[in-house]
């Protein structure tokens, strides 16, 4: 049994959906997807048709295929620029995977990570810890993976020996060392909080966040009248930008 109808979901979405393929050629388009029809084996198609996905060169036209996945029992993010392997609530900088730089194999999945390099590394947390994402990055990890750190330690898991990836890898990823808990927040849960005369402000959801949360944080920002500000949205994962309008127009009004 072939993976036929998500194809034709393929299909609809480079051929007739989405504008960002537009300036693909409709022959290369339809070869990405003949050689589809003939993967068999799970991963494999899910890694060709991230491959198809990418085509646009739109980070936001990708494929994500954190439901469908087994991944070894940790979770990597991007931290301070660097990719770190998390052990007990702590961020441990990655050097190595199996003798490579995870630069370097950011460089080799740009043919399935959509977007600029920026963007790959965002992405390629997941893709660290999925072993046959390592092994088309040219990885042989048949005697194990091998994640050197900094600090002369290193970290080996047993390939075959996954988990599902979701609980580690939720499909809007914050980028948080724990997925479910801010490590960014401001004290006691608040939006907008002083800094050394500065207002900060934590943007970190624009989908869960009420209006009535914005609208909190405007009325604080007109009672702090501070010199400047400093909006973090470090994980953010998205959201209704209108939901984010009153807010961009307070700072507007104050010149920030």
């Known amino acids: 049994m072939g993976f036929e109808q998500d194809i034709e979901t393929l299909r609809a979405v480079v051929l007739r959906r989405d504008p960002a393929f537009a300036t693909v050629p409709v022959t290369q388009r339809e070869a990405a997807l003949a050689a589809l029809g003939t993967v068999r084996q799970r991963d494999a198609f899910l890694l060709g048709a991230m491959r198809v996905a990418a085509l646009g060169r739109n980070a936001h036209s990708r494929g994500i295929p954190n439901a469908a996945i087994g991944v070894v029992p940790h979770r990597i993010v991007l931290r301070d620029g660097r990719h770190a392997l998390v052990v007990e609530g702590r961020a441990h900088p990655i050097l190595q995977v199996n003798g490579v730089a995870p630069a370097d194999l950011c460089a080799r999945w740009a043919d399935v990570l959509a977007g600029n390099a920026a963007r790959r590394a965002v992405l390629a947390g997941i893709m660290l810890a999925w072993p046959h994402a390592l092994v ?95 909006v973090d949205v470090r994980g953010n994962p998205g959201g209704s930008f209108l939901k984010a309008l009153p807010l961009i127009a307070a700072l507007a009004r104050d010149g920030g």
């Open 136 to 230: 088309h990055a040219g990885l042989n990890v048949a005697d194990g993976i091998t994640y050197r750190l900094e600090g002369d330690t290193s970290l080996s898991c047993d390939p075959w020996a996954c988990v599902p990836a979701l609980p580690l890898y939720p499909v809007s990823d914050p980028g948080f060392l724990n997925p479910a808990v801010d490590d960014h927040a401001l004290a006691g849960g608040v939006m907008c909080a002083p800094l050394d005369g500065v207002c900060r402000i934590r943007l970190a959801d624009l989908k869960s966040v009420h209006p009535d949360d914005i609208a909190q944080a405007v009325a604080q920002i007109g009672a702090m009248q501070p010199r400047g500000y400093v």
